[in-house]
């Protein structure tokens, strides 16, 4: 259970509001499927704990995954002073996405993902993820599968979304103090504050 401001304990957030995890890559990989036109059985996760068989070889297919993440120094914090109080910290995060892209296809489905990627409608669709850059180099790597050499295409996304989560900071209803200054003379002054 997360603390709050009025304990004398660490405070975590009540529930993050931005997607992570396989929820952030569920919809990375909707989008994939959208905009390279894959059906979702070929658009995979590169890291699975238990992974699917790999497609045949005359197969074009697609793994996707974040590789990098980076975020900024110092996230935005603002009070929401609605019912008891909260804080909402925001931060903003960089991100790769790795695509690599398996079969005889794989450079088409690259360059229409690079050409979908310009479209608004489908980089709407991503929000609040934004897209940053879209890739303008991709690398072929062949690699070996099922005992056959296959054409796998390296090429990767960078992407920046909003990270959003809310903090049990209560109101400040009241407060006791002692104002003093360093003037000459020095100036001495209880404070109390009552909402």
Known sequence: MPGNSSQNVYVTPNAPLTPFGQDLQRILQQWVVGVSGLSGSFVRPLWQQEPANIPDVGDTWAAIGITETTG??????????????????????????????????????CATMVMSCAVPQNRDKLLPIKLIRVPDRWLSVPVLFKERWQNRIDMNIVMRRQLDSRYAIFNLTSAQGILRTDTTPPYQAPINVEQ
């Open 72 to 109: 900024d120094a110092f996230p935005y914090i603002e009070h929401d002073p609605a019912g008891d109080g909260s804080d909402v910290v925001q931060n903003n995060e960089t991100f790769v996405l790795a695509t690599r892209w398996y079969g005889p296809d794989a450079g088409r489905l």
